[in-house]
Structure formats: C-alpha cells, structure tokens
T-cell receptor, first 111, second 110 residues
Framework: GQNIDQPTEMTATEGAIVQINCTYQ??????LFWYQQHAGEAPTFLSYNVLDGLEEKGRFSSFLSRSKGYSYLLLKELQMKDSASYLCAVRGSYNTDKLIFGTGTRLQVFP | DVKVTQSSRYLVKRTGEKVFLECVQD?????MFWYRQDPGLGLRLIYF???????EKGDIPEGYSVSREKKERFSLILESASTNQTSMYLC?????????FGQGTRLTVV
C-alpha cells in the first residue's frame, strides 16, 4: 500500500524555527516534494529531495532519509505569511510525475 | 513562467448534470493530472495523462472520465454529477522534477 503521514496541525511563533515531519511507505520511490498551499490557493513548489541529506533554499530546508522513509521541512525565521498548509508528496515512479500526497500540515504562525 | 489555467474558479451544478472542467498549460508538458482536494483527505489523484490521447486511472477514478485531444489541454468530465463530488478540483502539469498547479475549481453539486 501507499501511505504518507504528517501531523495535521502545528503552531509556532513569529521568528521561531519549526520542523514539519513526513514519513512515507510507498511501493516505489523517485523523489520527495514539499509544497506550500495558502488557504484558497493552489499548491506551490517548495523543495525536492531524491538523495539522502539536506537541501537548503533560503529560510526553508528539506531533509530526506530514504532508509527510514522520512523527511522533514525546516522553516527558519518564521513570518506571518508562512501560515499555510504544507504538503508532503512522493513520486513513486521514474517515468511519470505522478505524485502521492499526504493530507498536509496546517501551520499557524502567531505574533 | 509556467502557467496552468483552469477554466472556472467556482461552479455550481445540479445532481445528474454532465460537468466539464477544463485545464490548459502553456509549457508543452507531456504529463498532466487531475486531483481533488477534500478536508482531512489531502490531494487524491483522479486521472493522469502522459501524452495526447493517453490516460491512466489514478486512485479515485470512479464517476469521472478525462479527455486529452491536444497536448496543452486536459479535461475532466463528471458524467452524472453527484453531491459527493462536491470538492476542490486541481489540475497539474508536470515537468521534472516538479508539478505546477492551476488555481483550482471549487465545484458544488446541489
């Protein structure tokens, strides 16, 4: 079966650091994605990991451990505009861009 | 900039109607996808297409069909709309490594 788990909700304070975890069990693996989705809007791409390790992109970093089926998204220096849902998705096949999504983590940033 | 355009942001249809949701992308992508998004369930794949006239079922294809007559256009069809198809529908267009999403169509079936 295919299963992607992430926490439903998280809260954090402006200026803080937050880590959103994602664990997955899929029949194949060819990359893990993180998307950000503000309420009422389309998801937008944040990061992509296909090899183990940390990928850093400004205030956002994403980590992958394929042996553990585990990833996290790290958000630093939180801003109010970071309040959104964060979607973890796995691409199971090499030949297509078909993505399997988790249910998303709703992050609320408070002043 | 990649652009994925869905024909409507909001739609209200009656039970039993045939509904067409249109999606157009302007980057010559081969892969296109239709997802629906429901609270607590996340994005679920309905159908995808990896080339013109080619289609594959996703995880929840029942009650839906698709059409890909031209590379840039991927249509989702609800043959006979039902209230349990009330949802947010998202089209995506694929370019390795990432997929780009349209703005979504919020469909309400009454």
């Amino acid at each position: 079966g295919q299963n992607i788990d992430q926490p439903t909700e998280m809260t954090a304070t402006e200026g803080a650091i937050v880590q959103i975890n994602c664990t997955y069990q899929t029949s194949g693996f060819n990359g893990l994605f993180w998307y950000q989705q503000h309420a009422g809007e389309a998801p937008t791409f944040l990061s992509y990991n296909v090899l183990d390790g940390l990928e850093e992109k400004g205030r956002f970093s994403s980590f992958l451990s394929r042996s553990k089926g585990y990833s996290y998204l790290l958000l630093k220096e939180l801003q109010m505009k970071d309040s959104a849902s964060y979607l973890c998705a796995v691409r199971g096949s090499y030949n297509t861009d078909k993505l399997i999504f988790g249910t998303g983590t709703r992050l609320q940033v408070f002043p | 900039d990649v652009k994925v355009t869905q024909s409507s942001r909001y739609l209200v249809k009656r039970t039993g109607e045939k509904v067409f949701l249109e999606c157009v992308q302007d980057m010559d992508h081969e892969n296109m996808f239709w997802y629906r998004q429901d609270p607590g369930l996340g994005l679920r794949l309905i159908y995808f297409s990896y080339d013109v006239k080619m289609k594959e079922k996703g995880d929840i294809p029942e009650g839906y069909s698709v059409s890909r007559e031209k590379k840039e256009r991927f249509s989702l069809i609800l043959e006979s709309a039902s209230t349990n198809q009330t949802s947010m529908y998202l089209c995506a267009s694929g370019l390795k490594p990432e997929a780009f999403f349209g703005q979504g169509t919020r469909l309400t079936v009454v």
